[in-house]
T-cell receptor, first 116, second 115 residues
Framework: AQKITQTQPGMFVQEKEAVTLDCTYD???????LFWYKQPSSGEMIFLIY??????QNATEGRYSLNFQKARKSANLVISASQLGDSAMYFC?????????????FGSGTKLNVKP | DAGVIQSPRHEVTEMGQEVTLRCKPI?????LFWYRQTMMRGLELLIY????????DSGMPEDRFSAKMPNASFSTLKIQPSEPRDSAVYFC?????????????FGAGTRLSVL
């Protein structure tokens, strides 16, 4: 089974609107971390936001927030007030457990296009 | 602080040639990961090291691929002989144990084209 599933290959959003990128995960380990990365057309992988499995509150970093629904095993990324520079690929990732040498599982990504 | 440094940024070579990709992790990081990214297969984990020791190389496609980490500040990924299907972007990433978030920080990648 896939550890990380991103069901939206591509998304469009109007500039200044909010957008939600979906991510579901699969693990039986009670301890895990969830991450979102941005990959613009220039190619680099940029860390955006982190959510730990024991964190009580949803993570926020500026215009990025993570809608963490533990029972549903979902960790959706919400981008508020979209900007043209948000156009990129977005990857969800999971680190499972505490003794796995920090191995990550990545999803297939969602390509976000922000329209002016 | 310097991030993960990869070299070269671009490599164009001919089929059959040896290719060596290089990576310098962030100072103090003790886990290092090599990934390959293609349109068809997405982001694939090839191999990772912890404290310079290879932990899992099950993602290495075949014996033509090899990776080494002779010390904490340097790693190489070698392809010999290279084939056109090896054309991809190769990323190196590093992180540090015993840190709550264990964020993996990526290098800028090496874009490899095998003709």
């Amino acid at each position: 089974a896939q550890k990380i599933t991103q069901t939206q290959p591509g998304m469009f959003v109007q500039e200044k609107e909010a957008v939600t990128l979906d991510c579901t995960y699969d693990t039986s380990d009670p301890s895990y971390g969830l991450f979102w990365y941005k990959q613009p057309s220039s190619g680099e992988m940029i860390f955006l936001i982190y959510q730990g499995s024991y964190d009580q509150q949803n993570a926020t970093e500026g215009r990025y927030s993570l809608n963490f629904q533990k029972a549903r095993k979902s960790a959706n990324l919400v981008i508020s007030a979209s900007q043209l520079g948000d156009s990129a690929m977005y990857f969800c990732a999971m680190r499972e457990g505490v003794d796995n040498f920090n191995k990550f599982y990545f999803g297939s990504g969602t390509k976000l296009n922000v329209k002016p | 602080d310097a991030g993960v440094i990869q070299s070269p940024r671009h490599e164009v070579t001919e089929m059959g040639q040896e290719v060596t990709l290089r990576c310098k992790p962030i100072s103090g990081h003790n886990s290092l990961f090599w990934y390959r990214q293609t349109m068809m297969r997405g982001l694939e984990l090839l191999i990772y090291f912890n404290n310079n020791v290879p932990i899992d190389d099950s993602g290495m496609p075949e014996d033509r691929f090899s990776a080494k980490m002779p010390n904490a500040s340097f790693s190489t990924l070698k392809i010999q002989p290279s084939e056109p299907r090896d054309s991809a972007v190769y990323f190196c990433a590093s992180t540090r144990d015993a840190v709550a978030k264990n964020i993996q920080y990526f290098g800028a990648g090496t874009r490899l084209s095998v003709l």
